[in-house]
């Protein structure tokens, strides 16, 4: 049975679905997946060995210019891609109108989640098939139970596994892990983001404590604040701009990784690296990093977690320490996760795991 995943994006949704092939792949040999994913995301399914085919849209990049994207039949290419082949069933693991018109587009029974239990119910006119999912699960539960329903078969839910392929990432299945810590400080919302100042704190504490601490980028702003971090510490590194794969395998070989909300930590837990996340204005509840070896640091501030991209505190100024000199923590929910703080947790994360 040859089956079509529609799950385009962003990259920690991409990350959520891969628990759900593996069960259905080992509940059914006989299984066989594509993957419709955004052009920048392709590397993950790729890793997956029940994933045969990954096919790459580009709705981000055609919504800049739809006039061009249609001039230049973008479009049309796709779409004569995606019908090449003819499907038993198309799932759409996302549950957006944009992820329900690339179902339609392919050719095979399409299947969703249920209006009352989908993002964008309109999503819903696009599927053949609907089955209804708690709101209450976790993402990655949802869709595990969304495949169990679809293809008939039990999981275990108390063990996750994610099914990646580490000789395709480029890596042994038991390479030993390096003394050194990635940090993930780069992250889309504004008040996801941990001070500058604490991330420069922590390094220096890292350091100290015998560790090397990697600091990847994807843009000018994100070297910018690693340029920050790192000072003059010999002992962190900048890494050049990576590829997924790339920062696949330093975050696979490192002890641990520190990071705010981002894809990258779901990425870390689908790695099975321990990772301690932070989380300020957001709520990991239903979303956080899932699998072994994951702690969500969770703000304990009045007015957290607001969900917000802009911070409405109106309080008095809250200020932290760098360097001798104060300075004002923003986001203010964040003023209670202090360097000092993050380690100790993260240390004893790191010790129950077994990595030195």
Known sequence: MRVLIVKVSSLGDVIHTLPAITDAKRANRD????????????????????????????IRRWRRN????????????????????????????????????????????????????IKEPLATIFYNKVYSVSWSEHAVDR???????????????????????????????????????????GTTWKTKHWPDQYWRQLGLIATEAGYKVLLPWGDESEKARATFIAGDNKAIDILPRQSLTGLAMHIARSAGVIAVDTGLGHLAAALSTPTLSLYGPTDPGLSGTFGASQIHLKSKFDCAPCMKKTCAYSGPEISGDYDGNSFPVFPACFSRQTPEIVWQKFKQLIDDSGVS
């Not at 594509?34 to 392709?42: A, C, G, L, P």
């Open 66 to 117: 739809w006039i061009k994207t249609f001039i230049n039949s973008d479009v049309g290419r796709f779409r004569k891609q995606l019908q090449n082949v003819d499907y038993d069933l198309v799932i759409d693991a996302q549950g957006l109108i944009k992820s329900g018109i690339v179902s339609r587009m392919s050719k095979g029974l399409t299947i969703g989640l249920s209006s009352r239990t």
């Open 31 to 58: 299984l066989v997946f594509d993957w419709v994913v955004e052009e920048k995301f392709t590397e993950i399914p790729a890793w997956h060995p029940a994933v045969e085919s990954v096919i790459p849209v580009a």
């Open 143 to 185: 869709i595990r139970e969304l495949f169990s329903r679809i293809f008939k078969y039990e999981y275990d839910k108390s063990h996750v596994d994610y099914g990646l392929e580490f000789k395709r990432i480029g890596i042994k299945e038991n390479e030993p892990k390096e003394k050194q810590l990635v940090f993930l400080h």
